[in-house]
């Protein structure tokens, strides 16, 4: 499954977050750092989803 990721400039650096994950955030002094950081952070997140016995969402944005 693929979610959709959003970054946005943020003072001197980006955050970035994944609008159906609820939580899942990072940040970052350049677009790559954040990308990389939510690369592994969005298997993490979901890991603790399952573990804590809550649902997975499912990817629903869209991206155009």
């Given at each position: 499954?693929?979610?959709?990721?959003?970054?946005?400039?943020?003072g001197?650096?980006?955050?970035g977050?994944?609008?159906?994950?609820?939580g899942?955030?990072?940040a970052?002094?350049?677009v790559?750092?954040?990308q990389?950081?939510?690369a592994?952070l969005?298997p993490f997140?979901?890991?603790?989803?399952r573990?804590?016995?809550?649902?997975?969402?499912?990817?629903?944005?869209?991206?155009?």
């Open positions: 499954m693929r979610y959709a990721v959003v970054i946005e400039k943020a001197k650096g980006f955050s977050y994944v609008p159906d994950l609820p899942c955030i990072a970052g002094a350049s790559a750092d954040v990389a950081e939510l592994a969005i997140h979901l890991e603790g989803l573990d804590g016995g809550e649902p997975v969402p499912q990817a629903e944005s869209v991206v155009e």
